[in-house]
């Protein structure tokens, strides 16, 4: 069995966007957001290099990486940390530029010349403060929601103002 549980896919298919921190140099943080966290198998995260030029060079002195991914509906995610490889070819290559065949990323990967595969070594949860009321994951949700929901309404009622 590896270290992804179905949880922990389940928050990283569903939102696949992630915030990843490397190390610089100097020894202070880099953290970016990556849109394109795909599950490569049960032991490794990857992402396709669209233009994070910090991230993979500080990967390529330092594989340290650390990612962090929150389901914003229900506020509780994972941090993963672990190893990262930069793959420019062959087969992992292949198979991280592949998964993204037919999804909405598609058209950005086609000119893509690097990915980075990560293996994860600890995979630990995280969970909003926000739940030591006693407040229980359905009542999260159902804040979350209308809070997104506001959020969008108030979007679209902006922009049809405008027009
Ligand atoms: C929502 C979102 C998703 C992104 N997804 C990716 C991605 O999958 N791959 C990538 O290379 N850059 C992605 N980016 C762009 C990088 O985060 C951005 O260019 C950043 O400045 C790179 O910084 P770095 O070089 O320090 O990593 C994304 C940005 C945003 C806002």
């Known amino acids: 069995m590896g270290i992804l549980t179905e949880d922990m896919k389940r928050v990283i298919s569903q939102n696949r966007l992630g915030f990843y921190a490397t190390v610089c140099p100097d020894g202070t943080p880099n953290l970016s957001p990556k849109g394109t966290t795909m599950i490569y198998d049960d032991d490794h995260l990857g992402f396709v290099n669209l233009g994070s030029p910090t991230t993979l060079s500080n990967l390529a002195a330092n594989p340290a990486i650390e990612i ?11 941090r993963f940390k672990g190893t990262a490889t930069i793959v420019t070819e062959g087969p992992i290559f292949d198979g991280i530029r592949d998964s993204y065949k037919g999804s909405s990323v598609q058209p950005l990967i086609d000119n893509v010349k690097a990915a980075v595969l990560i293996k994860i070594e600890r995979a630990l949860p995280l969970i909003s403060p926000a739940y030591l009321p006693g407040v229980t994951e359905e009542e999260t949700r159902a804040q979350w ?15 049809a103002k405008q027009s």
Do not use: C, P
């Open 68 to 78: 962090s991914m929150v389901d914003l509906f229900i506020r509780k995610g994972y």
């Open 145 to 159: 929601e209308q809070h997104w929901g506001q959020v969008t309404n108030d979007y679209h009622a902006e922009t």
